[in-house]
């Protein structure tokens, strides 16, 4: 089955957290979005084993997106072969407009090891005769597919990118379900207590939001330049 | 008469080096487009008095914007009141949606003018209450209007902004417009010899373009980070 | 009289604003604070003429600062010889070990002269022999004076420094004398109805603050690198 | 035993190189110091095998810390998990207040591997449940513990920072004691003859403090951004 | 032998693409150069096995320069102890003033590899006693030898370094040696065709080139400063 | 008479500390240079009115240059139409090859003045017809003249430039000679007191030359990119 666009994260709520308004609204829009968690994010603080994944998947159908686990594990993650080219066998299958994974994370391990990692994985899923490279035997079989797009949302332990992003999505109108999402990582956040972590993480997109006259907003990096059609595709600014 | 977009140069011939690709595509796609330039040109080096503005209506005229020059001293531009108030005058006269013009410039004196005049005419066409500032009064009968964007295309006697600009407009559709306006400066270039600067600045576009595997790009930086409503905006890059 | 510290603005509201807390603080510690404001903020939008000066002083009073208003016009600020003089006067009047002043501001052009002009007053402040200077006469009868710091906070209309800024303080216990302080300016600001710049404001500071896992704090730049006797003058990070 | 601070270097030497100042400075200040080397500095040049452990341990006590050697070989130190583990265990074991360690090194490996390594050993060490994390069982039996603040002292092998660092101690009183420690490794250093490595080290650290008008300084950037509680904690500069 | 100049690569065909000129250009001075490439290019995708690694040696007879090939594999590249010490044997054999190699590539993983790798081996290559370390014995029976310089040509996937590079080489007159060089690689590059990266990779040179007046320059970066004797050394700019 | 250089500076005594030891280099290579300084210093603090020009021409002549004062006034430098025109003028009059002369300076606001102040004259000095500018008559009777580099040497009363300067010369051999052109300066530096800042000069200029392993060097930033014929011209770095 296809897959307009794959999100690439360390741990099970990575991807709602950094970027769960952008997938509900590529949702939304009628696009097919898979969330690929490294691991399964195990052992988490305060749920039983297998507790964790259970709740992922409960926030993925929240944002209407399919969500598989590969077998890395939770802390020891790196930029491994093995991690490069199951992510680039996800590609090839599902052939992704769009990928997208955490970037210039300094803070926790786990997450420095996905960008590297995600950039040769999306380099190896378009190469050709990989039956005649001993170790990437895993591909022999796929077509080699190109994708249009990496992009990095903000990994949220790190400090606000500034100016230093290359765009943000407003995502006001899917905020909800954002929430709702976080909401069923019940392990994780104490959402009735108003959690710690939660309060600061929708701090973040409410105050990147405000910069723009919007409610929410989410922020990206670019593998790539950015090319559009037309600067008209812009929304405006608070300050032009 | 309103306009969606105000494109101010310093020179006669800086909007369409810098940005006559961009011009010619949003005329075409049914928007109206204001040339300012804050001065006439003069003097230039081939032509008699008088022919570099002929030119420069023509060359506006095959872009299908119009075009006004202010009365500024060409090579003695400054970042002057008079001048941030005669460009918000028009602003508020015209109300745009967009306002484009040079950043970054530090190799002619008059280009470097133009960011920061543009930037304190952007905000000053927004304020209210005029009358009330003495040496303000230009400004005092119109009403305030506030600019969307403002976006600056990259001079082309300046470096190649490398990786850090905003974004990228495929102009390869409109190129050949592009190309017949510039050709109108007659006194400027010297079209049928192969004109080293117009050769200079058509394989920068075409660089640029290539970079996405598109024909040509023309480049910007933006005043404020960039908002989208969805990253399906973005046009494919070449490697992704 | 001699003031601890010089905070610089370019209008009334800006030094509360953009550190209001730290001001509270300093003043809280023991230390003497002058406010300059370069303008009297006129004309305001929705205040008669003076009001913006009496909401000021009491803005003031509630953070225990003292205020002085230069004679620059509010919109038309820039950094003429003039208002260099008239700071450095006050510099070399109240002999301050601290300034501090807005810098790296291209939104609102009054904050964009305010860096440029606080450094050259500095500067000034400290050189002897000014009677031998035509146009410097201001500064002949005092005597030089060498600030020992010149700390520049974040304006609050541009982008988020980021990771790019010196340091940040800790204004929590004394946010709600800013909060009190910035409800004075009534004509600026609709407190009651949740003012929508306000929040932004409370909002990045908020944001700010929890990075550190405190509840407020206001960062700023440094003119020089910063010298410390010991790395233990650093409060905790979130994440070490 | 707990420690204040643990100071996490490649080498032996390395610790009294970087900050040796403000090593001493802080037991000066009543703190309690373990430096950490990764190997024992074998093979060195000019000392038959141990001798360079001895010169540090003599080097050690002459500023007041205590050193302890991990197992890593001298010019292949990499960021292994293994590496990480130990570290963190050091850890949860001493639970210091501030850890140190070197980063942005690009000309000897080995220093390129700490920066990476100490931030993942940092992280680990806060984390709980290792013992169901397989190839973790290192830090199963220990308490997680958060480590406050995580400094980088330049290193010298690599040109200065310029502008670009996040504060510099003033070693002034303490740089005698430095200038003993390294004194120490006399099979590295020829300190009679003037050593050309030594002189070039005390020439950084002379420079730096000149910079502040005192004798010497040594220089840090900071894994996280700094906070403080007021901005008096901060050393007069030279030029404000 | 001993050779003036190393130049690192990937794959056949990056010295080429990368520094193809100036390889040319050091011939034609009397230098010695030997291209290393860490693997051998296989799989290629229109090429027989083994016919890449023949293209290869044509390429470099027509640029004047030997060539080696390492057994690393395609695609799989990461720095390795193994390459370090087998690139670091090179140097020690060869002794040349000059490495070369890729740098700030973040598009394919074996781009991404060769700087930290190349920094290494030339670290590695002026230290002595390798008998001493286990794993380094590769080392053993070399004397050490000190690089003069590392320097870093543009990876041509990667988009434009902008300003933000040491310097270029003007390779105007070697540049058909260049082109010619590249045609070798007719499993790779349609020629005739009009090859899409050929044209791509040609454009890039020719912009740099006009950026300074000439027909073609191809830029780089360096591991250190630059160091001359007389700014007589460089040649004119464009605009000064 | 033609120059081959033409520094321009602030203040006598400018041009010899930031590019002492590069103007006796070029001078001893046979070049011809003036140096020009936009005041003539006064006040001086501890000079007669006139003894700082008697200096600085004997400065010069140690040096080996010529020596010119516009009539700027110390302290109140900005960047005036009418200094760009007459440092303009000097440049058609003596048609250098190089123009040297302060850039990237926050400190002392007469620095800061210097490096627009430079683009803009170097610029005006290539442009014809200024008998068609009105204000522009100084330059009506010159021929145009381009300048084929414009080079800025570091101000040393900022912070160091780090890594981030475009190159080095090493001014060993030549360093006996600025100190002694410095030493002409006894109105300023206590020579033989061991004055604080020329020590903190020569610190600065042996600290950068130790990088490379040399006695002293000068650090250099560069209007545009740098072009040479070969990587061959550069010297060795310390650490390649």
């Not at 690439?8 to 898979?34: C, F, N, W, Y």
């Not at 052939?95 to 994370?105: I, K, L, N, Q, S």
């Not at 380099?123 to 990989?130: K, P």
């Not at 790539?224 to 405006?236: G, K």
Request: glycine share 8%; hydrophobic share 45%; charged share 25%.
């Amino acid at each position: 089955m296809t897959y307009d666009a794959l999100v690439v994260s360390a741990h099970p709520d990575d991807a709602e957290v950094q970027m769960g308004g952008t997938i509900a609204k590529l949702v939304g829009d009628g696009l097919r979005v898979l969330l690929v968690d490294l691991c399964d994010g195990e052992p988490s603080d305060f749920a039983v084993a297998g507790e964790r994944v259970a709740q992922a998947q409960r926030a993925a159908a929240i944002l209407g997106a399919d969500r598989v686990f590969l077998d890395g594990q939770d802390r020891l993650l790196t930029d491994t072969l093995s991690l490069r080219l199951q992510v680039a066998a996800l590609i090839r299958e599902h052939r992704p407009r769009m990928v997208f994974g955490t970037t210039d994370a300094c803070v926790h391990p786990d997450h420095a090891a996905v960008g590297p990692l995600l950039s040769a994985a999306v380099f190896y899923g378009r190469l050709d005769h990989w039956q005649r490279v001993p170790g990437g035997e895993l591909l022999a079989d796929t077509a080699p597919w190109n994708v249009e797009r990496l992009f990095f949302p903000h990994c949220k332990m790190e400090p606000p990118w500034g100016r230093d992003f290359a765009f943000a999505v407003d995502v006001s109108t899917t905020y909800d379900r954002k929430r709702a999402a976080l909401a069923e990582y019940g392990s994780i956040f104490r959402v009735e207590e108003g959690d710690r972590l939660l309060t600061l993480y929708e701090a973040e997109d409410a105050y990147m939001g405000r910069l723009f006259g919007v409610a929410y907003a989410e922020t990206f990096k670019s593998q790539s330049p950015l090319l559009v059609t037309s600067p008209t595709v812009f929304l405006p600014a608070l300050h032009a």
